[in-house]
C-alpha cells in the first residue's frame, strides 16, 4: 500500500490529528477534484496534490492579530480589544473585547435593531447655572452630569417649612417674659388723659380720672397678682421744651397708680402730656 493509499484511507476512515508539530508535512489536495480513471481497480488520484510544513502553513487574514489603536491609550481613552486566549492543547484561540458600560443614569447603551451598532443616548445636557443679582447665591458648581446647590439653613429665629413644591420661611416670634399694656397719652384742660392702647397682652383695661392739676389716677380693671412684679413708666413727652415739665408716676399699687406732671418747682401742671408712651410690664 502506497503512500497517497494510506492518506484515502485515513481520510475515509475519519482518522486525523489535533496537533502538529512544525516540522509535520501536511499534503494538499482538491477535495472535490474527480480523479482519472485508467482501469477498474487503478484510480489515479488527485492532481493538485502539495506539501507544505506546518511552520509555514498560512490562512491569509482569517487568523490575524488584534489590537487597539493607539497601542496605549491616552487622555480620556479606552481601547476596545482586551486579549486573545489560545489552548495549549487544541490551539482555539478566543479573542476577548470590552463591552461598553454607562455609569451615568442618564446615558443608555443599546444595539440597534439591525444588529449593526451600538446606540448611545443620554438624557443629561452640557448645561451649568449661575447666581444674579448682588444677594447671596445658591448655586455652587457642577460635578460631571450633577448641579450642586447651597441648601438654606435657618438662622436665629428663622423657621423654613418644605413641602414638595416650595420652601416656606418665616419669622418666630421671640416669647417674652412678661405681658405688657402700652398706651400713647395726651391730656388736655382739666380732662383725663386719652390715647390709643397700641398693646395689651396683660388682659387689663385702666379707668382715667382727673384728680387736680397735674395729678391724673389710673385703675386697673383687674388687679395685679404681685405689685412688686410689675413695672410702670411713662416717657418725658410733654408740649414744654426739655426740662420744663417732669412726668412721673406714684403710689403704684395692685389697683393703680398716679400720673402725675410738674414744673421745675414742683407745681402741678395740666395740658402738658402730648404722645407721652405709658408701659406696664407684668412678670409672672
Known amino acids: 500500500m502506497n503512500i497517497l493509499t494510506d492518506i484515502l484511507s485515513l481520510i475515509r476512515r475519519g482518522v486525523f490529528t489535533k496537533l502538529a508539530e512544525k516540522d509535520d508535512v501536511i499534503v494538499l489536495g482538491?477535495?472535490?477534484?474527480?480523479p482519472d480513471m485508467t482501469g477498474v481497480a487503478s484510480p489515479i488520484p488527485y492532481k493538485a496534490v502539495k506539501l507544505i510544513k506546518v511552520s509555514d502553513f498560512k490562512i491569509a487574514a482569517e487568523h490575524c492579530d488584534h489590537a487597539n489603536s493607539p497601542l496605549v491609550p491616552t487622555g480620556d481613552t479606552a481601547g476596545v480589544y482586551q486579549k486573545t486566549v489560545s489552548d495549549e492543547i487544541t490551539e482555539e484561540c478566543t479573542v476577548y473585547f470590552r463591552t461598553l458600560k454607562s455609569l451615568s443614569?442618564?446615558?443608555?447603551l443599546a444595539v440597534s435593531t439591525d444588529d449593526n451598532y451600538v446606540e448611545i443616548t443620554t438624557e443629561g445636557e452640557p448645561n451649568?447655572?449661575?447666581?444674579?443679582?448682588?444677594?447671596a447665591g445658591v448655586w455652587k458648581n457642577k460635578v460631571g452630569e450633577t448641579?450642586?446647590?447651597k441648601s438654606l439653613a435657618s438662622g436665629s429665629n428663622i423657621s423654613m417649612a418644605e413641602t414638595e413644591n416650595e420652601i416656606t420661611i418665616s419669622a418666630t416670634t421671640t416669647s417674652l417674659p412678661y405681658t405688657s399694656y402700652v398706651q400713647i397719652l395726651t391730656?388736655?384742660?382739666s380732662a383725663e388723659p386719652t390715647g390709643p392702647v397700641l398693646e395689651n397682652t396683660a388682659s387689663i383695661t385702666i379707668t382715667w380720672a382727673y384728680n387736680s392739676s397735674g395729678l391724673y389716677t389710673a385703675t386697673y380693671s383687674t388687679s395685679l397678682p404681685d405689685i412688686n412684679k410689675a413695672a410702670v413708666s411713662c416717657s418725658q413727652t410733654t408740649k414744654s421744651s426739655p426740662g420744663g415739665v417732669i412726668v412721673?408716676?406714684?403710689?403704684s399699687s395692685t389697683t393703680g397708680f398716679n400720673l402725675i406732671c410738674k414744673d421745675t418747682g414742683g407745681v402741678?401742671?395740666?395740658s402738658q402730656l402730648l404722645g407721652a408712651v405709658l408701659e406696664i410690664r407684668i412678670y409672672p
Not at 30 to 34: G, I, R, S
Not at 105 to 108: A, E, H, K, M
Open 268 to 270: 402741678g401742671i395740666d
Open 147 to 149: 448641579l450642586n446647590f
Open 248 to 251: 412721673g408716676i406714684t403710689a
Open 105 to 108: 443614569s442618564n446615558l443608555t
Open 187 to 189: 391730656q388736655n384742660g
Open 30 to 34: 482538491k477535495w472535490n477534484e474527480t
Open 128 to 135: 451649568t447655572a449661575a447666581n444674579v443679582g448682588t444677594g
